[in-house]
């Protein structure tokens, strides 16, 4: 009769076992685990560098497992449960010195827990949610608590689950393979904080580390392994979600963004950065305080390289831990929504960091990014750019979009560089890049992405937006994907900022033969859902926007800054403010060092800061300059051919008509007193608000008394009323009709 060690070796199949114990096992589930016998239940398991393992049943009782081969090979035979059952079995571990020093269940023992239909929309670009699948999950599986871990490898030969649950050692927790090519596995007893990277061999012998591209959370750089983390926050913002939900995306409300970048908005007493925490104490306050109705980060997700300001990503589901973990963040935006504030994350799904740690050949092959390097490599950032005609890329990319507004309750995405995503050609030289199948510069894949893009948010996500940063005439940016467009909420008109800027910072004597760069704008107003940017790029090598203004005086400067703030704010389309222009910060934005907040305590800054604030709570007030933004019902030239004098005049008119608005600008630094207006009714017309006000910092060349009509002609009105013009100022006159 045989022993039970002969029964045990004669189920042994040596092909298997060597696979294993050279880790090059793609489907271990196969060798590795229970399956049932003749005798019982065998269980075979792999503890390099263990001499000794038993296997406990739930009745307690311990059955020797054998060493089969050396490299810590183990196999043993329990008895079956009822019916033939599996029983919930755990291994148990013994030190050198024989000592019980380990215990645990059986990775092997739980089944896979990605269903045919999930793989099948990976592949397909359409599993928008895998997110809540792939990457590390706490879950209880048959009973047992531990982590699903699920990772997209389909070129690799192995991949192990390595973390500080064992010993970073990669011959433990070999994955299993599914026909899709993601490897999978369910691990006992593996919970939240647990350290943990994918260790791979490849084809060619290499063996190596990547962190998870599905990680929810990652160290704190430099470190950069993945953390086991189930973001969880008990959310107090129902009512902002249900109104969002309710309101669409909200283009004929008021939208006034102030943009942050978190880790030099302000800085602890030993100039470390404020934690999402912290923020939530004080930056929804000060955003609200001043008049925002939005906010909107410089990139959260997890980043390598401090000084890409996070635009060359490395975790895309993961915030990145330089202010806090998961849940922090999570804290944070809901503080913003509790203060009714809504939150927009920059987002780039144009190109992601190289380096060894993150998705660059993740599995030893382009996976992510496209093979030639003239359409896989940045040639501006030196990043690398994702192949958008793969499926599982889409897939990718769709989840991270969809888990940032879902999970996390943002209210919008700002997408930056468009442009680099749309254009083959993008920064390249001739024979650099590759065309299309048309022969073309477009990027189909990339456009047919973004078009997908926005139809699954605007479906799963109601009431959020997104944001284009696209800096050339591609069409339709937001226009509808049912006629070709890409469908975007806004898109940044960056052209009507350039030529303003390259405008205002002309001596006010030479800017008149420049009108047109201020009339342009006009022209092709409505052609896009545009968005006003003063935004960080504008300023990152230039210096501060105060900086960017003429004058020999700081008083001049803070004038043509006040004039650029107000003429942004009564000039149709969304606005956007980069953090500390609302003060006029003199000095250049360092991304190391907090905003200079001790200017605001100087009269000028004040000043600023007040004349800011007034704009918003004008802006916010005034439906004249918001509603029809997209409409040309919303505009009318009163003169914009005064190039001799700088000035621009024209109306701004609500949805209803009942809110109708004179705008006076002068880009001179004459002040025109007694100045006939044509107006486009008779009636009484109340100057609300004047940048050259004394409290702004102003020379006070104001108008205190309402002004009523004329009929006497000008600029073609049959009405006019007169009125002091303010130098390197706009007025901002309502109109109240007679009778």
């Known amino acids: 009769m045989k022993s039970m060690a002969d029964v045990v070796y004669d189920y042994m199949d040596w092909a298997e076992i060597e696979a294993v114990t050279y880790s090059e096992e793609s489907a271990p589930r196969g060798i590795l685990g229970p399956r049932p016998v003749k005798e019982g239940i065998l269980v075979q398991a792999f503890f390099p560098g263990r001499s000794r393992a038993d296997i406990r049943t739930p009745d307690g009782r311990l059955t020797p497992m054998y060493l089969e081969d050396e490299s810590g090979f183990f196999a043993g035979i329990i008895p079956a449960g009822k019916s033939g059952r599996i029983p919930r079995y755990r291994f148990v571990l013994y030190d050198a010195e024989g000592r019980e020093d380990r215990e645990f269940a059986d990775a092997y023992a739980f089944p896979c827990q990605i269903t045919e239909k999930e793989e099948k929309k990976f592949q397909e670009g359409t599993w928008y949610d895998a997110a809540e699948t792939l990457g590390a999950h706490i879950r209880t599986v048959r009973g047992v608590k531990g982590t699903y871990f699920a990772v997209w490898a389909p070129n690799a030969l192995r991949v192990s689950v390595a973390g500080d649950f064992n010993h970073w050692d990669g011959r433990y927790l070999q994955m299993n393979r599914t026909a899709s090519g993601i490897f999978e596995l369910f691990v006992p007893g593996v919970g939240e904080g ?10 060619t012998g290499l063996v190596y580390l990547k962190a998870d591209p599905f990680a929810a959370q990652s160290q704190k750089a430099p470190e950069n392994a993945s953390v086991v983390r189930e973001p969880a926050h008990a959310w107090q913002d129902d009512a902002w979600m249900e109104k969002r939900k309710k309101n669409g995306s909200g283009t004929a409300a008021p939208m006034a963004v102030y943009e942050a970048h978190l880790g030099s908005w302000q800085k602890k007493a030993d100039g470390t950065p404020l934690g999402y925490r912290e923020l939530a104490q004080e930056l929804p306050a000060y955003v609200g305080k001043m008049g925002f109705t939005h906010v909107e980060f410089t990139p959260v997700m997890e980043y390598p390289d401090d000084a890409s300001l996070g635009y060359a990503t490395s975790g895309y589901f993961a915030p990145t831990s330089r202010y806090g973990s998961s849940e922090d963040f999570m804290s944070l935006v809901d503080a913003f929504h509790q203060a009714g504030i809504g939150v927009i994350l920059d987002w780039v799904p144009a190109f992601f960091a190289r380096g060894n740690e993150g998705l660059s050949s993740f599995d030893g092959t382009c996976l992510y990014e496209h093979l030639d390097p003239r359409q896989g490599v940045h040639p501006k950032y030196d990043t690398l750019i994702f192949n958008y005609g793969r499926k599982e890329v889409v897939s990718f990319l769709l989840s991270s979009a969809l888990f940032w507004l879902k999970k996390y309750h943002a209210d919008g995405l ?49 009431g959020t937006v997104t944001v284009a940063e696209e800096n050339t005439g591609w069409p339709l940016v937001t226009g509808p994907v049912r006629e070709q467009g890409l469908g975007f909420t806004y898109k940044w008109n960056n052209g009507c900022l350039d030529d303003y800027m ?89 991304p190391e060092e907090q905003l200079d907040w001790k200017e605001c305590a100087e009269p ?117 009323i007169k009125v002091k013009i303010p130098p390197l100022g706009v007025s901002v006159f309502a109109l109240r009709e007679n009778g």
């Open 604 to 720: 000028l800054h004040a000043a600023m800061q007040d004349c800011t604030r007034t704009l918003l709570r004008l802006y916010r007030s005034q439906p004249a300059l918001y509603e029809e933004d997209f409409s040309a019902d919303g505009f009318e030239w009163i003169d914009n051919l005064d190039w001799q004098r700088n000035l621009l005049i024209f109306l701004r008119r609500s949805r209803d008509g009942k809110n109708t608005l004179l705008a006076v600008c002068n880009f001179s630094n004459v002040e025109y007193d007694d100045f006939r207006v044509g107006v486009p009714k008779a009636g009484k017309y109340k100057e609300i608000f004047n940048s050259d006000a004394v409290a702004f910092g102003g020379s006070g060349a104001v108008n205190p008394r309402v002004k009523a009509s004329r009929p006497i002609e000008a600029h073609e009105r049959e009405n006019s």
């Open 502 to 590: 390259n405008y205002i910072q002309l001596d006010p004597l030479f800017r008149g033969q420049h009108q047109d760069s201020l009339t342009f704008s006009m022209a092709y107003m409505y052609s896009e859902r545009f968005m006003l940017s003063l935004d960080h790029s504008r300023i990152q090598e230039e210096g501060a926007y105060l900086k960017l203004m003429p004058g020999y005086r700081e008083s001049l400067k803070m004038a043509n800054l006040r004039l650029t703030l107000s003429y942004m704010l009564v000039h149709p389309g969304k606005k956007l403010l980069f953090m500390g222009t609302e003060f006029g910060q003199s000095g250049r934005w360092n």
């Open 194 to 203: 647990a350290l943990y990277k994918y260790e791979q061999k490849l084809k």
């Open 414 to 462: 700002r997408i930056n560089d468009v442009s680099s995503m749309l254009y083959l050609d993008y920064g390249r030289p001739a024979g650099g890049w590759v065309a299309n199948r048309y022969g073309g510069n477009e990027n189909l894949e990339a456009e047919e992405f973004l078009q997908k893009l926005n139809t699954v948010i605007a479906k799963e996500c109601p």
